[in-house]
């Protein structure tokens, strides 16, 4: 029996070994991968029992050095656990996020906190051998540090203007020549600090009474909200009328009655307060610079739906897949053949849906020659022994226009803040402005029967001769554009730009 | 007796001082082992008050006494009562068993959710008590069993018997109503006024027992009787029959007590058994096939056996990790997902006692023990223990292998079998490599039956052990072929 016996101690032997095999496996080889897994909620918790990588913004450019920290994690008072603390709390909370017992936040209040988890948890598979030393030597586990492409000058000013007017708004600004994102506000907003809670009930309701607000503080306006774009929408339609050869240069004579009638229907597109432009067939940049309705309806319906569209996706319309890395909710330029539809949607009305976020890019576009920069948030990644594991490299999104074309397009944007008929010039010249401006405004009807008050839009760049900064603002409810959406976008320039 | 003509045709009677070496009992190795053993539970105590609360626990003093003191007690029972036994066995099943309390004191310290006033499901403020004073009447039952049972053999006296009683042990759970026999979901128990039994752990001593003498009584015409088809052994017909019984007798706990791992065990425990007893491969291909066909059969009959084949195959993804109630179709992979996040938190050193999250997992305490352990030690001190089990199944199989008759030799090889095969069956469950089945962790599960089985166990084995070891006896004077053999 003997013989038999040692082959069943080879079946042991073979069991155990199984096991042994397959526990290394789960702990040494799939640990990272399991680390991510759904519903761990080992790793939220251990948030606090590590210290979780800080957000840093206003480093020295494509380097680490100095900055301002947003988000932190700091050893609460028993000294054993850390919690999350935004020395600017509600400032950034667009960008950031909160960090809570649960996790960081998602969805429409989703931020770096969520885009870079992994990075500011440690958990990154980049990170994995620096865990591996750490774990060895017996130091705490450490979350890289994301330094962020935010200026604090920029961002301060942002939420100082949108808090200031107090209606539901958002600001973003870009570095056109880069697509770094140099501010992103939105108001009204969350603080991020009431997050930070360990104790769950708390947290429960405090996010419940931030939800039920019919403000909707935690809504990022800037990436994650959509607004009729109104006659900012006219930047893509003038591209499109120059890049197609419908019109030959801003000079090119455009018919502008004061009441377009609508083939096939009884609507009659109509200029704002029903007035005339020009003497009916004035120059476009005439049109463009006191924003004649009429003039770009025509020209709509000249160009056609598909085409419009065609230069509406150059511009970044229409693309599901755009984060920064904060996931941005798609502008729409809808598909219209109709002519009476594609008259509205040409100077922004109809279908049409923008986020802050792509009125930034329709003037970063202009300014950076007719190509739009893929904007990014994320500067670079730092790991705890501050070798760098990500660092940005900007990318081309689209070349939307040619420069020929941009070179055109700002001269009519220049008109629109210069000329002193144009609709900002009240509100943004260069003598208010400090800065030569250039830009389109907007004021969008929208509600039922276009019932609601006007949402006031604003999209520019500065300086126009070269161009650092380009802006978008939307104000709901905020009346004309360049009353209620061009003196936020002033006051970001001029933070910006360091003009006192 | 064979013993005698063995030894006395071995040279011994030429030279009978040079044959007299005395073969060592190594009781002092036991005792250093011992040592040893309580050395590391009561660091791994203390650790996990450090890791816990900053400072060492209340009852460090008091229950490491208690431990050491019962760990002695079962030591000197073995100098006097199996004095050749192994001397590995008790300090690694010492070991294990110490261990086990430790992790449970250190999740009833934890407390559901790792809040401390939030007692853990089916734990309570004296769960660590218990767990102790089951390892106390566990202790005891291994000390009975060595006063009880002198000789092995003796067992072979009640083969069907303890094979009835076994069966019947089995049965009970699937004859009571659910309120007296489920816990846990799970209809595998006996519940008698505040207590609740888990007979299935007796049974399997019981039918190691029935099997061991049966088979010895058969073995030859189980071997031997029958035609050869194709290079395979088939036995009889007839001889069939008491597979066919054991095969349906783990079906039926399949289908009753919807317990697919006790039924493996009990299966396996069979086949190992036959087969030690013919050496025929015939009756392990037979056995292996009728349980594969049953257990396909009861994946496609049973949504319970699906489901866990489902959780399984597929932990975090298609078995969803939540399920609400409202999601009837919905497999839910909750309990294993999060043994295995906390197996992954824990990695290659393991986070320390005290210092991770292995109540997160539901039923850390019993059959996710394991992968609390693997979270906390690491996967250093997973292998550690699996290696401690691994050594003590081979020291069960060193003693089967030692001994000489054939009933205790196919006793020990059974139940040394079946401890490897209850490990595999629960630990490749927690850790995701084989479907997951609910059998107790041997030594370290909450809980008073698999202890006192356990233990129970581990003293036949060391009777066994004794009886293999022990020198034969010596001659009292040399008187050419007569001899005078000392009387026991």
Known sequence: MNRAMLRLSLACLVMFALLLINVTYVQAFKAT????????????????????????????????????????????KGGSTYHRYYPFGPVYAPVTGYDSIYGPSVGGTAGIEEAENKELAGTDPRLAVHNLIDLVTGKPRLGATVYLTISPKAQQAAYNALKAQGRPAAAVAIDPKTGAILAMASFPTFNPNRYATLSGRRLNKIDLAYRKDSQQPLLNRATQATFPPGSSFKVVTGSAAFGTGKVAS??????????????????????????????????????????????????????????????????????????????????????????DFTAFSAIGQFDDEVTPLQEA?????????????????????????????????????????????????????????????????????????????????????????????????????APASNPAIAVGVIVKGGGFGAAAAAPIAVQIIRAYLGIS | MTAVATHSGAGAAADPAAAAPMPRGRRSTELLMLVFAVGVVLAAYASAGLGLNGKLPAG????????????????????????????????????????????????????????????????????????????????????????????????????????????????????????LSVVNGAKVWIRIGGFSIQPGEFAKLALAIFFAGYLVAKRDVLALAGRRVLGIDLPRARDLGPVLIAWGASLLILIFETDIGTSALFFGLFVAMIYIATQRTSWLL???????????????????????????????????????????????????AQGLYGMGFGGILGTGLGHGQPYVT??????????????????TGLMAILLIFGLLVQRGLRAAI???????????????????????????????????????????????????????MIGLLMRISDTARRPAPQSIQDEGMTQIVRAR
């Open chain 1, 361 to 461: 890019m329709l003037s970063a576009t202009i300014a950076n020659d007719g190509t739009l920069m893929t904007p990014y948030l994320v500067q670079q990644v730092q790991a705890p022994d501050l070798s760098v594991v990500q660092s940005a490299r900007p990318s081309v999104l689209s070349r939307a226009v040619s420069s020929q074309v941009a070179s055109e397009m700002k001269t009519m944007m220049i008109s629109v803040t210069q000329n002193p008929a144009g609709t900002a010039y009240a509100t943004a010249n260069q003598g208010i402005a400090g800065v030569e401006i250039a830009g389109k405004t907007g004021t969008a009807q929208n509600g039922v029967n276009n019932t609601n008050l006007d949402d006031a839009v604003f999209t520019c760049f």
């Open chain 1, 33 to 76: 991968s399991l680390a991510s897994g759904p519903g761990n909620v080992r790793i939220f918790d251990e948030q606090f029992q590590y210290k979780r990588g800080s957000i840093v913004v206003g480093a020295t450019a494509g380097g680490t050095t100095g900055g301002t920290t947003i988000a932190e994690s700091r050893l609460g």
């Open chain 2, 362 to 379: 539901p039923l850390a305490q019993s059959d996710f023990i394991i992968t609390a352990f693997g979270e906390e030690l690491g996967l």
């Open chain 2, 402 to 456: 030692g001994v000489r008759d054939p009933f205790s030799k196919l006793l020990a090889g059974g139940l040394a079998f079946v401890l490897a095969l209850q490990v595999f069956v629960i630990v490749g469950g927690v850790t995701g490599l084989i479907p997951l089945t609910g059998v107790t962790t041997p030594f370290m599960s909450q809980g008073g039956s698999s202890l006192l089985a356990s233990w129970a």
């Open chain 2, 60 to 179: 460090l003093v008091e229950y490491g006494a208690a431990f050491a003191v019962l760990v002695f007690v079962a030591h000197i029972a073995v100098r006097r009562l199996a004095p050749w036994a192994d001397p590995l066995m008790l300090p690694l099943a010492a070991l294990l068993n110490g261990l086990g309390i430790v992790m449970i004191y250190r999740l009833q310290e934890a407390g559901r959710g790792g809040n401390p006033g939030n007692v853990i499901t089916t734990m309570n403020t004296s769960t660590t008590l218990y767990q102790v004073v089951y390892s106390a009447a566990g202790i005891a039952a291994f000390i009975a069993v060595l006063v009880v049972i002198k000789e092995p053999r003796i067992l072979q006296r009640y083969t069907y018997t303890l094979g009835a009683l076994g069966l019947v042990l089995l049965a009970i759970p699937a004859v009571l109503p659910d309120s």
């Open chain 1, 250 to 339: 801003p000079q090119s004579t455009v018919p502008a009655p004061t009441n377009l009638q609508l083939p096939g229907t009884t609507h009659v597109l109509i200029n704002d307060d029903n007035e005339a432009c020009g003497d009916g067939h004035p120059q476009l940049i005439y049109a463009f610079t006191i924003s004649c309705n009429t003039a770009f309806g025509d020209l709509g319906m000249k160009l056609g739906g598909s085409v419009l569209r065609a230069y509406a996706n150059k511009f970044g319309f229409n693309n599901p897949n755009l984060t920064v890395p904060l996931p941005v909710t798609a502008s729409v330029f809808p598909r219209v053949s109709n002519p």
């Open chain 2, 286 to 336: 037979i056995g292996v096939g009728l349980f594969a066909a049953g257990t396909y059969a009861a994946s496609k009959l049973s949504s319970h056996v699906g489901a866990r084949f489902t959780a399984w195959l597929h932990p975090l993804t298609h078995a969803n990790v939540f399920c609400t109630a409202a999601q009837v179709h919905c497999v839910s992979s909750y309990q294993l």
